[in-house]
Structures are given as C-alpha cells and as structure tokens.
C-alpha cells in the first residue's frame, strides 16, 4: 500500500502516562489510538498485525478439532444469575439495561452464553467431545486500566470451551491447547513460559498460564533453574520444616510503641530483627473477619486464603472496620483479643518464640507472645508468598523471580458451569451427568502488544515476520525527483507479486521517513535515493541494521533470499 494513503499517525512525543514500553511504542508508531481510559481504536497496522496473530490462532485451533464460532457480547442477566455470577463478578462486569428495564452485561468472558447455547444440543455422549472457539472484543471494567493494551477495558480474546462426558477426555482437549498454546506464541514471536497457577476458589482443578516474559509483566513467576518448575508466585508454595528450638518462653509484656504502625516501624522502635516483628492483617472471609498472622518480612498471600477457605469471597477489612471491631488501627491489631476473632497463622509465625503483635490498642504491643500460650491459632497454613532463594516445593533448589505478562490461560472447569446451569447429556449408561468443560483464552491484544514489549530497540518497533503489519518498507526519498520516484513506482510494482509493501511515497523530510520506518519497524527497508539514476537502491534489515547497496535489476530476487534468513 501506498503510505500517502495509509492512517499512520506517528507521533514525536508520547503522552507521560504511557508507562509501558509497548505502550508507548504502539502510540508513537502509530498503531494505535486511546478512546478513553482502557479503551483504544486499533488503527491500520495494529489491525493488519491483529490479522497475522488471529490468523495463526486459527490455524492452530483448526489443528486441534476447534471449530469457530461467534457468541453475542450482550449477555442477558438471567444467565448470570443461573451460574451465581451476575452478584460474584462484582464491578468489573459492565452491566446496562434495555429500553424494557432488563439487565444485560457486556461479556467480560463467554462461559454462561456457551454453556446456554449448548445445553439443548449436546444431549448424548456421543456427540462429545466438542471444542468451540471465538475471537471477540470483551469488556471488563477494570480498577486500574493500564499499560495501554495490555491491560484495557475493551480488549480482544480468543476463548475456546470444550465439553467432555468423561476427565480424560477433558485432559486429551487440555494438552492439545496446551501444546497449541505454546505453539501458537512462539510463532508470534513471543517468548512466553507455562506456569502452573492457582484455579480459583471454586471450579476448576487444574490450570497453567502462559507468561511472556517481561519486565513490565504484572505476575511474578517462580520457576526453577534446576528443573521446569514454573508456577505463578500467586500459587508457588512455600515448604516448611518445623524447626525445634530450645529458647526460654519469656513472659508476656506490653510495652508502648507510639507511632510505630508497620512492622518495620516496630521493629525499629523495639531495636528487634523484621522477622521477629509479627504483623497481624484482618480479612473478611464471606462476611466473617479474621486475622491472619505472618512474621515481619513476609507478606499474606490471598490467593491462598481464598483456596484454603474455598472462597472468592475475600478482603482486607477496611480501616473502619478494624477500629469498629477491636477499637485500635490497623497498624495495632494482634491476635491476643477476647473477641473471639479467629486467628490463622502462617506456617513460619511457629518457626520463633517470643514474637512481637499488636496490643489491639494504638501505641503498644505486646513482646515475647507465644501461641497456644497466649492466644489460640485455629490453624496454621502456607499463608503467604515465596521469598526469592527459598527452596522450591519440588526439592530442585532455590526459588528465583521473573517477571511475566499473562498472555493466555488453560482452565480444566469440571462441571461448575453444567451443574450450576444445568447443562447435562445421557452417558452411555443412559444416565443424565453433567458436562464436563474446559476454558482456554488468549489475550489477542495483550499479545500484539507482548510482542511489542518484546520485539524493539531504541529506534522502534522489530516486527517478527510472523505477524509484521507489511514486510517490506519500500522508502522514496526524493518523491520530488522523477529518477527516484520512477524507480520507485518500478519496484513497488516488482516487489507486490512476492511481499506485502508498505511504499512511503510521502513528500517528507528524509530524516522523517527514517524515523518513521524505523518506529514502525518492518522488516526490510528499501530506500531509492541520491543512486537511482544508476539503478542502485539501499537495503536494509531492521532486526541487527545491516544493509547493502543493490542493483534494482537483482532486487527481488534479493531481499527474497534475505528475508529467507531473518
Ligand atoms: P488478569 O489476571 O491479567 O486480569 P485474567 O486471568 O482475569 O487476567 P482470563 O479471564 O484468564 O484473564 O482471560 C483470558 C486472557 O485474556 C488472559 O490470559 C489475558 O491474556 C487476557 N486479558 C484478561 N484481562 C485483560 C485485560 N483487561 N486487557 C487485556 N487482556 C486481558
Ligand atoms: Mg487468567
């Protein structure tokens, strides 16, 4: 396409906000364009970049017996209400109402339309097993929209759910999407890692996420250098190996400790190590507050609470609520109270005696408390988050951090859904079961801009040829000149039969085009310049910037052979 022609709003300087590389990239190369928070229009190279990675989730999807479909993004309630969600999913479902005053929710993800649109056809074993899949802007009205693409509030998703009448079944459609998934982002030229990660409160059973590593990347991942171990650190365990000491229980003091709220603060004022501090956090599980204890330098880890309450039903109490409920701040809460309060310990919390935890009363706290002694814990679990260099849980060696950006997700669902909604087929018993369904999602936009966050140098954009929006930027520098346009014209014509050409044929500065191509950074630049009356053209590739002076004669068959290498 002639560039003249094309939407390419390049920009000098991008807004501060865009914290995100890939962010500021795809605004400053002109891919894209903010509507409002969290919300963008995909202009003419982000679409064609959208068509290149669609296209080979679809081949890969064909691969494995998925077939498309395309579900309604405007959902009624009622479906929601079925599977429990329509109160669960909180704010971030947007929810509107018709004319008539029925409620609807703009999908932030399809299980409750696709478990409806099957439930009346699916009515025998052997109709299954069935993969459906789609690709499709969803909405989800997100706390904090950031990152430009990668975390937005309309945004584009291939979903993929399967139903089963048995589990292995279900594992055979998880591994083919496994290997798919894997498949499908290396071709997009991302470097993306299975992680083993948590599935929730209830449902599923088994999940892996699929982390482009990077470090703008919202997730922590553990992994292993000894082994594949790599899970999400939502979900990395920690080991614990009750240790025996032999120190004296002191007695019980209170002492004061004004204005020391963090731990660090108390750790302090009280001249004692992080670890001996104890922090006390108070959380609502389903309504019910309870405190959580971890020792000082660690930190509580919800995801965990949630699985080990079986809810998604948690939070941290507010600061009101805490001083409603013991009468102190935040900064003053311990678990030794005659309220009643449950207290949950962290594994480690046992490891010391003589431990430091609030006096539930502002400016003291209480030194040398000992569980059992003092206060009751009804349970000790692994409450909290991996450190960095502790032994991971399957005995390979020490935990090391990266950081990675969640770019797509497979879920084993069991019959959370098909139970809830009633979606049930006759099994070769003649016996009424529910389905059994798998869900798998890809970030289509999150990816396009992983590939970004990936994929670039100091000048731009290096586009994997997989997905890159042209493959060739054929550059005039003199449009003016009519040696350099007619040869230019000439080998745009000539180069179209083997490559998609993105011909800047603009009447701008020199140093403008170079700066734009190499922002929107296809692969191949060929510039005609000051030697096109000798019929001499530059070439030049943009991943490692070699380039070479051609004979126009030779040059299809040229950059033929050197795109074979890239
Ligand atoms: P996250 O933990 O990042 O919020 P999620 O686990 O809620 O994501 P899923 O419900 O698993 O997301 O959705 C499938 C995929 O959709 C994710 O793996 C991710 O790539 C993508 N995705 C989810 N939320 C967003 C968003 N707000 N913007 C862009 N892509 C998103
Ligand atoms: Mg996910």
Redesign the pocket.
């Known amino acids: 396409m002639r560039q003249s022609k094309v939407f390419i709003p390049t920009l000098r300087e991008v807004p501060a906000e865009a914290e995100a590389l890939s962010h500021r990239l795809l605004l400053k190369a002109g891919l894209i364009k903010q509507s409002t928070s969290?919300i963008y229009s995909y202009l003419p190279l982000a679409t064609r970049v959208l068509n290149n990675i669609t296209s080979i989730i679809r081949e890969e999807m064909e691969k494995i017996d998925a077939v498309e479909i395309l579900m309604p993004a405007l959902q009624p309630s009622e479906l929601w209400e079925e599977s429990g969600r329509w109160e669960a999913y909180g704010s971030e479902l947007m929810r509107l109402t018709d004319r008539n005053g029925r409620q609807f929710a703009l999908g932030p993800?399809h299980e409750e339309v696709v478990t409806s649109l099957v439930r009346d056809e699916l009515k025998s074993y052997k109709q299954l097993p069935l993969t459906l899949f789609q690709i499709q802007s969803?909405f989800?009205d997100?706390k904090r929209?950031r990152f430009g693409?990668?975390?937005?509030?309309e945004?584009i998703?291939k979903?993929a759910y399967s139903f089963h009448a048995d589990e292995a079944s279900l594992d055979e459609t998880y591994n083919d999407m496994y290997d798919a998934y894997g498949r499908i982002f290396k071709r997009a030229g991302i470097n993306a890692r299975p992680v083993v990660a948590d599935s929730g409160a209830i449902g599923g059973s088994h999940t892996h996420?699929?982390m482009a590593l990077s470090e703008i990347g919202?997730?922590t991942i553990v992994y292993s250098e000894n082994s594949d171990y790599a899970a999400n650190i939502e979900k990395a365990e920690v080991v614990y190996e009750p240790k025996a000491h032999d120190e004296a229980l002191l007695e019980l003091e209170k002492v004061e400790t004004p204005n020391a709220h963090t731990a660090q603060e108390v750790a302090d004022f009280l001249n004692r190590p992080l670890d001996q501090i104890t922090k006390s956090m108070v959380f609502k599980v389903d309504g019910e507050f309870v405190i959580v204890l971890v020792r000082g330098h660690h930190e509580v880890n919800d995801v965990k609470l949630k699985a080990y309450f079986g809810t998604d039903n948690i939070e941290l109490a507010s600061q009101d609520e805490i001083i409603n409920l013991v009468g102190a701040n935040p900064g003053s809460i311990g678990p030794i109270q005659e309220k009643g309060i449950k207290v949950y310990a962290d594994n480690f919390v046992q490891e010391i005696p003589n431990i430091v935890v609030g006096a539930n009363e502002d400016g003291y706290h209480y030194v040398n408390a000992n569980p059992e002694r003092d206060f009751n814990v009804e349970a000790f679990g692994d409450f909290r988050f991996i450190l960095e260099g502790e032994p991971l849980s399957d005995g390979s060696g020490e935990a090391k951090f990266a950081e990675g950006i969640?770019?797509?997700?497979v879920?084993k669902l069991g019959t959370k859904y098909s139970e809830s909604m009633n979606a049930t087929f006759l099994d070769n018993q003649g016996k009424a079961q529910p389905l059994i369904m798998g869900c798998y999602?890809?970030?289509v936009?999150?990816?396009l801009s992983a590939i970004v966050e990936q994929n670039n140098d100091d000048n731009g954009i290096i586009w994997p040829k997989s997905v890159t929006p042209f493959e060739v930027h054929l550059i005039t520098i003199n449009p003016k000149k009519d040696d350099q346009r007619e040869l230019g014209d000439e080998l745009y014509q000539a180069l179209q039969a083997s490559f998609e050409v993105l011909y800047d044929d603009r009447k701008e500065r020199a140093g403008v085009k170079f700066n734009d191509a190499d922002l929107i950074g296809l692969p191949v630049r060929v510039v005609v310049g000051k030697r096109a009356a000798e019929g001499i053209v530059e070439v030049k590739r943009r991943d490692n910037g070699e380039s070479e002076e051609v004979a126009a004669a030779d040059l299809v068959n040229y950059v033929k052979d050197l795109y074979e290498q890239i």
């Open positions: 969290g993800t969803k989800r997100e929209p693409l990668l975390r937005g509030r945004f998703m979903d996420e699929f919202e997730d969640e770019v797509g997700q879920f999602g890809i970030g936009s999150r990816t």
